[in-house]
């Protein structure tokens, strides 16, 4: 049943008379005279014609219709900030301590990062859940070209939120201009100051990881440094105690004390023998007494020497080469307990840091109230329309013209 009547809708369609042979005689009798009547009007008008209509009168007429007449007003809020660091005793400090690592950074923020950061998706989510963006673009004011769509996505929203803000930093005088865009002039103010706080709480954040990494940086430091200086003073220990010498620098001193009261000593007997010499017999019992006393001093002194040149425990190793070791145990020890009390000394300095602010953000022009609206460039848009079309025109008739010239040759 259902195909008859399928069926009957067709030849009820196509049957002379119908529908369709009907239409195709308004074709024909109707539109394609016209059609064609118009088209050969627009044809005499030439291709220059044309193509000025197209490329400059149809765009202007557009953008005038648009910009001129119906687009919405914007009012633009505007804000400058600098970033300020205080003056920090821990880059001082902890500075030599990074030396080794070819220099140190303070970490802290410049105007590049605030920028960087307000053109970020982060603070487009913060600023949307922080004063509802989405509400205040597509406010009643705004029309329906420039407002921002109900179902619009978060990657849709985030571009219009970068073609509502307009910021850059000027290196030269350390400041951040900030301009943001809204329909009507407490949004857009109201945009602007969530934008600043928001700015200042991340400045504010990475300060002070900043300040919590140079503290624990610190901190290791001074660990690292005490267990140096530990192991150290077990060396020179285990040394004392492996040759049973508490100080071989004091003994070294000491051995070389005696030997330069024996060689007084020896220098004054030498002195009397030549005396009793001029005259006494050579074999008498005062030279006998004088020439012994001498050779113990000698032999002494031989002894004493021998204490500097000759180790008993190891033979192969001289007191010497003991007191040289001794000397580099010490030197090392030396240089344990300075970067000990450096160590010390930042860690203090970090900690007294640690409470204050390093760096912080100071919006010292504040997001102002606009009293009249400033975008959009009404009179700059239509004419750039304008003149980019007849720059296009141009262009392309000198094209056209340049063809032309190369056929003919």
Known sequence: MNSRFGKEQID??????????????????RARPFVEHELAEVVKLGISKILFICL????????????????????????LMTVRTADSQIAMAVGGLLGSLGGASTGLVDGYVVES???????????????????????????????LSADASFEEFYDYYLNRIDVYFDSTANVVHLDVQAYRPEDA???????????????????QQSRTDALQFALDEVSLAENRLRDNRLVIYRFREEHGDLDPVRSAEAIGGIVASLEGELSRYKTELASLRSYMREDSAQIAGVKARIAAIEQQMRAERGRLTRNEDLPGTTYSDLLAEYERLLIEEEFARTAYTSAISALEVARADAGRKQAYLVAFVEPSLPDDPSKPDRLLIIMSFLVCGLLAYGLLMLIGAAIREHARI
């Open 56 to 79: 400059v009168i149809v765009p202007t007429a557009i953008a005038f219709l648009y910009y001129g007449l119906w687009a919405a007003d914007r009012y633009v809020s505007q804000s």
């Open 189 to 207: 103010q109201r945009i602007a100051s969530a934008i600043v706080e928001i700015s200042d709480d991340m400045v504010n954040r990475i300060s």
């Open 117 to 147: 950061y307000i053109k970020s998706r982060e603070i487009a989510r913060k600023l949307d859940e922080a004063v509802d963006m989405r509400a205040i673009y597509m406010a009643s004011e705004s029309d329906i070209w420039s407002r």
């Open 12 to 29: 009820r369609l196509v049957r002379p008379g119908g529908p369709i042979d009907r239409f195709q005689i308004f074709v024909r009798q």
